[in-house]
């Protein structure tokens, strides 16, 4: 057994122990009489009597002990210290993972490396004397997830500062335990979110911690009636996203509740370790504009580590995907305009860690954000860039309608490769045609069913499918990029068919597929563009977000164009599609296309864009796979005829290989078609992919040449 599992055996057969008491007393009483142990053995010094007082049952007291005995405690101890961790603290983290899982996982609760806990209360002592002229000593200081009491124990242990203190703790069992540690502080067993009543009695109020992070928040905030939902309202204000999902992450909410406290205090400073998504992110634009309202002062430090963005040499300092950022609030009474301050660690794990532990908040070079619309963004930008990228063309101004793509949120069952098979399924939803009710089918039938059936009051739905005319729903739809495959297009079958709109691109079409907030696939550049001429889901891209923008909509018979600017829309539409293939433009622009939708430069020069939309007309034939031989999507009747292209390399040979939507293609499309397509198919894949980059290459050639944004 190597030693540096022995913290994690111990929690896991004390936990055991645990469970074996709760079978009697409950999960409280069971957690804290098993950690009151193991705090006897970490610190014989310490009171635990609290945590006993009243228990009686001397069997369960005698299995834990033999846990406790059995295992070299100073060791444990030993290798925390080798880390500069509070064994009292930081083995609750195993313990508790390990006595539930799930609950741990659905708290999105992490431990905090003293690192940053040293870090972040140095940067709140600065910045009380530096902005507000006080000293920690003089604060209240306010943790509202403090679990067993990290960042308050750290203040009592390892600093000289002796502030009035407060931690909130949801968790009951996690509260008695920093009863326990915590000499100095209040712990309140209450929530957060719940807007705890704190009396600063004229104090200044420091709010500090590691808030817990959930997407799927078990503090739902829809009743704009209750207090948090009404304070969530301003993050909310003026978004006209349909479903502005990640305003629901728990830290979200903390940070909203922090800042309404500190509103309400008059004075003082909000310092939290948190996911550093809102720092970008379109979807947080009002919240970024709230915050800086509220506050005089804003501190962001950028520890990165982000999966999405693929860089090996930048790790995360928690064992997460997404990447987080120390932030720093600061409110001072009557004082002028904000200002947003910002820098960043990257670096391993290691070495970011032992970066924070001496960091000196004071000492960062901080550069301004200089935050400004229409995102507001935390993050500094190029501001020259910025107003010539916002003078450009918006898409929403050239094109007059527009929807997202499609979701089933079935797709197993409304998706699949061949028309055959969604006759099937069609067959199993109507008349119960399945081998067993417990086949994957057949519940992804039964789902369909009990989900559509509520959709009219009087009659289910399920009759529709006694129509002759359903199969008629079955539509070859865009799935991935290259990858078509068939659909039960109705509302029967699909959460979000997007119909009536949708039907234009059941005729003839064409539509872009471009998608906003391109770092999100992980691609090193901006690569969120495709051209349909389909319906095509939402997730085209990884990560979703696939906007379509149709060439033409539909009124009746009459074919109307949706392209509001400009004089030729068939040249402006191919322009528009060249030019976001064009690596100079993607890369000149990348800070703003990490944040916002493209926006398209119309040149001085008036023959640019007839050379360009060349270029873009013969890209979106290679895309939509056409003029190659073989080729396995032929053009729609009524289409014209395709454009003829010379054999390009052999299927893409030499590793031919490009990123569409975050998708490594042909890679991706062979591998999800493997044992569907027949070879001549996927060498037709292979060679669009080919013929991509040569195209691309000549748009770039193009544009490099005669820029679109170049004024005289």
């Not at 800086?292 to 999966?307: E, H, M, T």
């Amino acid at each position: 057994m190597s030693r540096r599992s022995e913290p994690r055996i111990l929690a896991a057969r004390l936990a055991d122990a645990a469970r074996r008491i709760a079978t009697v007393h409950g999960d409280v009483r069971a957690q804290t009489v098993a950690y009151a142990l193991l705090l006897r053995r970490l610190d014989p010094y310490l009171d635990v009597s609290s945590l006993l007082d009243g228990f009686d049952d001397p069997a369960a007291i005698a299995h834990a002990q033999e846990v406790l005995d059995a295992a070299d405690i100073e060791s444990v101890c030993a290798l925390y210290a080798s880390d500069d961790k509070d064994p009292a603290v930081y083995f609750y983290e195993q313990f508790a993972r390990f006595y539930d899982p799930a609950s741990a996982r659905g708290r999105g609760t992490l431990y905090t490396p003293p690192q940053l806990v040293s870090c972040i209360v140095r940067g709140v002592d600065w910045l009380l004397r530096e902005r507000i002229g006080v000293t920690l000593d003089d604060a209240l200081v306010v943790d509202p997830c403090c679990g067993v009491g990290t960042f308050l124990r750290h203040i009592e242990l390892q600093t000289e500062h002796r502030p009035k203190m407060i931690g909130v703790e949801l968790m009951p069992a996690a509260c008695r335990i920093a009863r326990c540690l915590l000499r100095e502080a209040e712990v309140l067993e209450a929530n957060w979110l719940s807007d705890v009543p704190i009396d600063a009695r004229g104090r200044v109020v420091a709010i500090v911690g590691n808030p817990p992070y959930s997407g799927r928040s078990a503090n739902p905030c829809f009743d704009k009636l209750s207090m948090l939902g009404a304070l969530m309202g301003e993050y909310r204000d003026g978004l006209r996203e349909r479903n502005p999902k990640w305003l629901q992450d728990d830290y979200v909410k903390f940070i909203r509740m922090a800042q309404h406290q500190i509103e309400r205090a008059g004075r003082g400073v909000v310092a939290f370790v948190t996911n550093h998504s809102y720092l970008f992110n379109p979807t947080f634009r009002a919240m970024r504009r709230s915050l800086a309202r509220a506050f005089d002062a804003i501190y962001v430090l950028d520890l990165g580590g982000n999966v999405k963005r693929l860089d090996k040499l930048d790790e995360n300092v928690f064992p997460i995907q997404m990447g987080v950022a120390i932030s720093f609030f600061v409110r001072i009474a009557g004082s002028a305009d904000s200002e947003v301050r910002y820098a960043s660690i990257r670096g391993t794990r290691r070495e970011k860690l032992s970066k924070l532990a001496s960091l000196e908040p004071r000492s960062v070079t901080w550069t301004d954000a200089a935050p400004a619309e229409p995102f507001h963004i935390f993050v500094p930008q190029d501001s020259g860039l910025r107003e010539e990228f916002y003078g450009f063309a918006s898409l929403f101004e050239i094109f007059g309608e527009h929807t997202m793509g499609f979701v089933t949120s079935q797709d197993s069952f409304a998706i699949a490769f061949t028309k055959q098979e969604v006759l099937s399924r069609m067959g199993v939803l109507r008349f119960g045609q399945c081998a067993g009710s417990s086949s994957p089918l057949r519940m992804e039938a039964d789902a369909t069913r009990k989900r559509t059936e509520p959709r009219t009051p009087e009659t289910a739905c399920l009759p529709d499918l006694e129509d002759c005319h359903v199969e008629d729903e079955i539509i070859e739809v865009l799935y991935r990029p290259f990858d078509r495959r068939w659909a039960w297009y109705s509302r029967q079958s699909m959460e979000r068919p997007r119909l009536p709109f949708m039907r234009n691109l059941m005729r003839q079409n064409l539509a872009l597929a471009i998608g906003r907030a391109g770092q999100v696939t992980g691609s090193d550049e901006w690569d969120v563009v495709f051209v349909t001429d389909r319906p095509a889901d939402l997730n085209l891209f990884r990560r979703g977000g696939a906007k379509l923008f149709p060439r033409y909509v539909y009124k009746g018979d009459q074919r109307i164009s949706n392209m509001r600017v400009g004089g030729d829309h068939d040249e402006l539409f191919a322009y528009i599609y060249a030019l976001l293939h064009s690596r100079a433009y993607r890369e000149r622009y990348a800070e703003l296309l990490a944040a916002d939708y493209p926006r398209i430069p119309m040149p001085q020069d008036e023959r640019v864009i007839p050379k360009l939309a060349e270029l873009g007309r013969r890209l979106m034939d290679v895309h939509l796979m056409r003029g190659f031989r073989p080729h396995p999507y032929p053009p729609r009747s009524g289409e014209g005829e395709a454009r003829p292209h010379p054999s390009p390399p052999h299927g893409g040979e030499g590793g031919c290989s490009i990123t569409i939507g975050g998708y490594r293609e042909p890679e991706k499309c062979l591998n999800d078609r493997s044992g569907v397509d027949t070879q001549e198919t996927a060498e037709a894949v292979r060679a669009a992919v080919a013929r991509t980059l040569e195209t691309r290459a000549e748009i770039d050639e193009m544009v490099t040449q005669n820029p679109p944004w170049r004024r005289a």
